[in-house]
């Protein structure tokens, strides 16, 4: 049985977690190691944590920040930023992190992806897709923390990276990312139906019925929140409850 998966998204700068909206303004969340202890105790089923400013800031992820966070964590973790090289990949693996995300770097060079996958497994690897709205049905693909075009067409480029051997796709949509608006159904649904490997839906989630909503009328099989989590009082217990009452396949609480 394949279950939805719920996953919570944290976002570090400069040694502290923050939350952004529409990858610009943000707020200042708390310490690495005090986040990893409340989600530990959360019941998620993942969780991806990415360091938003090591592709902009040309350096490697903060690892000790990093370290920090998993030595809390008994969950799975997905972990990004500034990921560029084979070593730096290792290096994430070795201080706790069960997935990497690929999101920059994969644009430059595409063929990056293909060596991530078969040195370490492509169900190791996550390629994540900042998305802009640029017409009634077209998105672009961004780069550089949302600061870069890069004139590829999303679906494009997720048909692509599947073919490329990335395990998993992570879409965010620019424009809804930390409005708590509600998910862009219209994109989640293109890159969903475009390809077979898993998806991961970011970006909009302020409501309870956003999750659900999200679920039946997109059929992704992974959803990931922040500002849901953060500012309000649904934490993820309470979100997989909501889900389960209605009739939504979660792993069992």
């Not at 497994?121 to 900042?130: A, E, K, L, N």
């Not at 992704?220 to 009082?233: G, P």
Request: hydrophobic share 40%; with cysteine; net charge negative.
């Amino acid at each position: 049985m394949s279950f939805v998966r719920l996953i919570p998204v944290l976002t570090l700068k400069d040694g502290r977690m923050i939350k952004t909206i529409k990858f610009d303004e943000y707020r200042d969340v708390g310490h690495p190691r005090t986040m990893g202890k409340v989600y530990d105790s959360q019941d998620v089923d993942e969780l991806v944590f990415l360091d938003i400013t090591a592709t902009q800031e040309n350096r490697e992820p903060d690892y000790e920040s990093i370290h920090m966070f998993a030595e809390e964590c008994a969950m799975p973790l997905t972990i990004g930023g500034g990921v560029k090289s084979r070593e730096i990949i290792r290096s994430l693996l070795n201080i706790g992190a069960d997935k990497v995300v690929i999101n920059s770097e994969a644009v430059r060079r595409p063929d990056f992806v293909t060596t991530a996958a078969n040195s370490f497994g492509s169900q190791c690897i996550v390629v994540s897709i900042d998305a802009k709205r640029y017409s009634n049905s077209g998105y672009e693909v961004m780069i550089d923390g949302g600061y870069e075009k890069t004139g590829k067409d999303v679906v494009d480029w997720a048909k692509e990276v599947e073919s490329l051997g990335a395990g998993e796709i992570m879409i965010t949509s620019m424009d809804r990312e930390g409005t708590m608006e509600g998910y862009d159904f219209d994109l989640v649904r293109s890159v969903q139906d475009a390809v077979s490997i898993p998806v991961i839906a970011n970006g909009g989630a302020g409501l309870l019925l956003d999750v659900s909503d999200l679920i039946e009328k997109t059929g992704v099989q992974a959803v990931a929140c922040s500002s849901l989590f953060l500012f309000t009082d649904n934490k993820p217990i309470k979100v997989k409850s909501y889900l389960q009452t209605s009739g939504i396949q979660i792993r069992p609480i």
